[in-house]
């Protein structure tokens, strides 16, 4: 059985989901609904008996204390957090409660059952932190890629955040031993990402035949990854991942924002050949750039192909495609996060949050 934090997220969903389709394990979700939570994410599991969705927050030590006795996870896989860059810079604060506190109360909540378990247990847990590679800072054009051993150096109060928490979690492993591991990823693409973030906001905005409105020069790089390979990667790691490490995971797929709006913009041309808006790509405008904006990030994944054997299995044509084909797919999911309609329909079911 794992607890998994932050589960109705974008890739806490595409895990969630992912491993139990395969039946890894019985699994609790732990998610507290911000507006990147989203419980029709899981929608598909609404029947297994196999999961349980429990509305709370990280940071509530008595909440995960009575999880944690009640459901004897055997992990904890840690999704939860603020993830928006750009928000980050316009409101820090909740980057800090959550990413931060909320991280530290949970260590303290895990850290607690855990010294109470058997020493075969204690032995078998394992604690996951997800984090980015944006604890690494920028690259200049010529470095080489980010590896585990990269000193860190995060730009903004979200990757700032981040970086106190893979410290929290090295701490907790280093001082108690608690069986912990951190990986750092670069950034994800796929089903159910909130479409604030790059890829989905083009597709939806280019469908509508609305601006695309690309950051600066529009040559900031980024390390694309399809997120169902991050969340393979994330099982190898929970499974044959050496306590303590930390390990990076990216997709070798260094592209700058423009060439992946560019790439966006073909697909759609050659899905809608009719499309008033065709070509698509006439649609880009530039914006004022982001407050701090990293250049370049990439990931040196050679750790853990050499130790665990993965390698992402999408190229980024395939899995921009699919993730193209999903939003189309899904225009229910897409109207419900982008309307009240979800605000109200959890404040129906779970009152404020
Ligand atoms: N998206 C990326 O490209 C990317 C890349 C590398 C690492 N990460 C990391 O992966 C994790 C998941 O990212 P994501 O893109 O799915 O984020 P997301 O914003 O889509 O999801 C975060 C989830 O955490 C929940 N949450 C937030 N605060 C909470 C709290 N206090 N208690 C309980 N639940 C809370 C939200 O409701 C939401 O469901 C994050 O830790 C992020 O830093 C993301």
New binding site residues.
């Given amino acids: 059985m794992w607890l998994v934090?932050?589960?109705?997220?974008?890739?806490?969903?595409?895990f969630v989901l992912a491993a139990r389709a395969r039946n890894a394990a019985r699994i609790v979700t732990?998610?507290?609904?911000?507006?990147?939570?989203?419980l029709k994410?899981l929608e598909a599991l609404a029947d297994d008996p196999q999961h349980l969705f429990v509305l709370?927050?990280?940071?509530?030590r008595d909440l995960v204390g009575r999880l944690l006795r009640e459901h004897q996870p055997r992990a904890v896989v840690?999704?939860?957090?603020?993830?928006?860059v750009d928000r980050s810079i316009h409101g820090p604060h909740?980057f800090m409660?959550?990413?931060v506190m909320?991280t530290f109360h949970l260590l303290e909540a895990v850290r607690q059952h855990w010294q109470g378990l058997s020493a075969s247990e204690r032995v078998e847990f394992r604690f996951l932190?997800?984090?980015?590679?944006?604890v690494y800072g920028s690259l200049g054009p010529k470095d080489p890629p980010f590896c585990e051993t990269t000193p860190y150096a995060p730009n903004s109060p979200?990757a700032a955040s981040?970086a106190a928490?893979d410290h929290l979690v090295r701490a907790y492993h280093h001082t108690y031993g608690l069986p912990a591991l951190v990986?750092?990823?670069?950034?994800?693409?796929g089903p159910?990402?909130?479409p604030e973030?790059l890829i989905p906001l083009m597709i939806l905005k280019a469908l509508k035949g609305e601006s695309l409105p690309v950051y600066g020069d529009g040559l900031n790089v980024r390390d694309w990854?399809y997120?169902a390979d991050?969340c393979e990667a994330l099982g190898q790691v929970l499974a044959q991942g050496r306590v303590g490490q930390t390990y990076n995971?990216g997709g070798s797929n260094e592209k700058t924002n423009l060439e992946v709006v560019h790439t966006l913009c073909a697909i759609l041309d050659e899905l809608f050949p009719d499309s008033p808006h065709r070509p698509h790509a006439r649609l880009i405008t530039y914006v004022k750039d982001r407050l701090g904006h990293d250049r370049r990030y990439a990931m040196n994944i050679e750790k853990i192909s050499r130790e665990l054997g993965w390698r992402p299995r999408e190229s980024f044509e395939s899995g921009l495609a699919k993730t193209v084909r999903w939003y189309l797919e899904n225009p229910a999911w897409v109207e419900s996060v982008q309307s009240g309609e979800y605000r109200e329909w959890l404040e129906l079911h779970y009152g404020s949050n």
Avoid: M, W
């Fill in positions: 934090t932050g589960g109705a997220g974008f890739i806490g969903a595409n732990l998610d507290r609904l911000t507006y990147a939570g989203n994410n709370g927050d990280i940071a509530d840690h999704f939860a957090a603020e993830s928006h909740p409660e959550t990413n909320g932190h997800i984090s980015t590679d944006e979200y981040k928490s990986t750092n990823c670069s950034n994800n693409y159910f990402q909130f973030k990854l997120v991050h995971i």
